[in-house]
């Protein structure tokens, strides 16, 4: 798989500011990586993590049914609520705090809007290439407690479905925190894997690289990760196993 981030120091940064905007009215979103009517060569994809959209949906708006075929898309809730319906009959409303996933595998179509006639929704929308082609689509959910994040890694999607966790068919283990204050987080990435941070809100340092909403920062190298000096931070944190 080519590889369409160049490093410095091991470390990316993609910021906020230089993501591909799009406004259809009832949607505003930004994409870190290429997608729809954005075409950016140098941001193509990071490992397996194809699309991170950040995106708000007006009240009663949403994404009529559409198909998707051999991808990985889980929604992460920021804002408000996202309700789902597909062609495997699942139908659900998921709120802040939990998430979406579908394993599009062999062919599904589905629906994503906002339940609320009047609020605004948010949420992330990210698409992962899959380790297996054509599997039999599969749906799930979880709410994550405030709990399970505050000061700590949720371990939400993982490759082989361990601590509760969604099985995601791809070769990725993906985490949720919040951190504030004096808490701090490390993580010790296994060696050879690459990892991706995405800040949902507020503000971090990663390994002294100051971070704020929006911005995401590709790690190309193992090692012990820090977050630290937060400020009402919410991110996820990617840890990628490298191509071949």
Request: no cysteine; aromatic share 10%.
């Amino acid at each position: 798989m080519a590889q369409n981030i160049k490093y410095a120091s091991g470390f990316r940064l993609r910021a906020a500011e230089e993501r591909g905007l799009a406004d259809h009215g009832w949607l505003k979103s930004a994409h870190s990586f290429s997608f729809g009517n954005y075409f950016d060569p140098e941001h193509l994809q990071f490992e397996s993590l194809r699309v991170i959209n950040d995106d708000r949906v007006a009240g009663g708006k949403g994404f009529p049914m559409h198909p998707h075929q051999n991808a990985e898309i889980f929604s992460y809730v920021l804002d408000g609520a996202l309700s789902h319906k597909d062609t495997l009959g699942n139908g659900s409303t998921v709120k802040a705090g939990g998430v979406q996933y579908m394993s599009a595998g062999s062919g599904v179509r589905h629906s994503e809007y906002n339940p609320s006639e009047t609020e605004e929704m948010a949420f992330l929308q990210i698409w992962l290439l899959p380790n297996i082609e054509n599997e039999a689509p599969r749906y799930e959910t979880m709410d994550i407690a405030p709990k399970d994040k505050d000061g700590k890694l949720k371990l939400f999607l993982s490759k082989d479905g361990r601590e509760g966790s969604m099985h995601i068919r791809a070769d990725a283990d993906i985490y949720a925190a919040t951190l504030d204050g004096k808490q701090s987080i490390t993580f010790d990435m296994p060696e050879g894997n690459k990892a991706w941070v995405q800040v949902a809100r507020g503000s971090i340092f990663v390994n002294g690289e100051s971070l704020r909403r929006g911005d995401g920062l590709a790690v190309s190298q193992s090692g012990r990760l820090a977050f630290t000096k937060a400020i009402d931070a919410e991110f996820l944190l990617f840890d990628l196993e490298a191509a071949a």
